[in-house]
């Protein structure tokens, strides 16, 4: 089993950042790579963008490229979200979800078998 804790949610005005974190416990070795969905209410859950736990390749939502960055700290156990130039329509829970099969579509829900709790992001207009 991995758990996974999400961090750093809250409310920021347009235009500002927030970093979230998402620290993964138990058989982390297992991990093979990490993504970040979100969930705004009435949606479905949207990928955001997804990092390869060791091989270091990432990907990101059209939705998103140029002002969200996924990072990670194998050493820490911890993937991390940089969020820039927020919008109001990037409001929503952000949830982090580790994946242990190699060869499925990161960009996919289903292909994740571990979720974090998720966090509240608002963005006021």
């Known amino acids: 089993q991995v758990q996974l804790v999400e961090s750093g949610g809250g409310l920021v005005q347009a235009g500002g950042s927030l970093r979230l974190s998402c620290a993964a416990s138990?058989?982390?070795?297992?991990?093979?790579?990490m993504g970040w969905f979100r969930q705004a209410p009435g949606k479905e859950r949207e990928f955001v963008a997804a990092a390869t736990w060791n091989g270091g390749m990432t990907y990101n939502a059209d939705s998103v490229k140029g002002r969200f960055t996924i990072s990670r700290d194998n050493a820490k156990n911890t993937v991390y979200l940089q969020m820039n130039s927020l919008k109001p329509e990037d409001t929503a829970v952000y949830y982090c979800?580790?994946?242990?099969?190699?060869?499925?579509?990161?960009?996919?829900?289903?292909?994740?078998?571990?979720w974090g709790q998720g966090t509240q992001v608002t963005v006021s207009s």
């Open positions: 979800a580790a994946n242990s099969v190699i060869g499925l579509r990161l960009s996919v829900p289903t292909s994740y078998n571990y």
């Open positions: 138990g058989r982390t070795f297992s991990v093979y790579a």
